[in-house]
């Protein structure tokens, strides 16, 4: 026990290396007290959690197939012991947690078929568990989290349908758990969680008028638990991308006044991880708004917002020849540009756009469909440095 104690201690600092070798010494302590003690199921339950903590530390080395190994032989004892002791519910829920540990790995190794089927494994003992034993929560617990990473499969293979159908189970056993144990808000802040999850999932398929029925059920909720727990880190975190969520679908429906609102509330979650990343998006929102009031200092003042976060992925880099482009052409349509300046300072913000461009093609950017097509950039289109720019972007992106 002091071996795999002491192997589970240094995988948390950081040094898999020597928790390989302690867990190691383990499992060979605990193979020879199964091997001299048959009969005891302790040491047998022992050694499958032991090979279990293996799984983990050899997958955080990348040794995937030795995880596996790993996980399988932890099966094999668990599926044996839940056999021979079918009234012991504990060797239940280790079997399905072992299922569920395989099946996260056979997803990363792209074994998806293989996935799905430790997962409903998993499911099959978890929805007996709660059964059987409907007044432990952590069965519901476990249960919801197994209907949640079967969702996630599903979503990676464009199952979105059957996806929503497991998000949607996995919401209905948290909703039933919240509502018995009120009194413990890590039962909210899940259910929340799931909510937020699920508003992504309709958004990304195109649902966002949806989603934001979802996404306000998780603020709502979170709110109440950031109120009186504002500590709570995992309510903070959902809070702010239950806030992000509902940002990106206003912003797809056009809303982009009250996206920036959410934006705002996101960035007052964040625990700075996302700063960057929020900022940007703040950014755009609030100068869509002046761009549909006309706004061209406002425009400006946004354009100059995003640069000042000094990325230099292409995403950004084309974003930020998008936001001058945008200003190019606002200038000219608003009524508090004076017209005798009002063609200098559309070519000085075009200017600006190209050499952004420019920056992002030198980093990388090949989209000649989307130059082609991005209304954004329509202030560009008569320039001959962008139709020279398009030219050899198409030139170099043809088979």
Partial sequence: MSYSNLGIVLAALGQPEKA????CRAIDLRQRLVADFPAVPTYRHELAMTHNNMGIVLNSLGKRGESEAAYRQALEILAK???DFST?????KELARSHLNLGALLADLEKRAEAAAAYRQALDIQ??????FPEVPEYRKEQARSHDNLGTLLDSEGKRD??????????????KLAADFPNVPAYAVELAGGCCNFGHLLCEG??????????QKAIATLESVVANEPRLVPAREFLRNSHWGRAKALDALGRHAEAAQDWKRALAMDDGSMQDEIRANFARSRLWVFQKNKDAAGCVAAAAEWE???????VWLYGAACNRAICAAVIKEDPKTPAADAVRLAKEQGELAMAWLHKAVAAGYKNVEHLKKNKELDALRDREDFK???????AKTKP
């Fill in 20 to 23: 390989e070798a302690a867990i």
């Fill in 206 to 215: 195109g649902q966002a008028v949806t989603a934001l029925n979802w996404y």
């Fill in 88 to 92: 012991v519910p504990e060797y239940r």
């Fill in 388 to 394: 020279n720019l398009l030219a050899d972007v198409e």
């Fill in 81 to 83: 012991l839940a056999a």
């Fill in 127 to 132: 929805v007996e568990l709660v059964a059987r």
């Fill in 308 to 314: 000042a976060l000094k990325r230099s992925d292409t």
């Fill in 162 to 175: 059957e996806a929503a159908a497991a998000y949607r189970q996995a919401l209905d056993v948290r909703e």
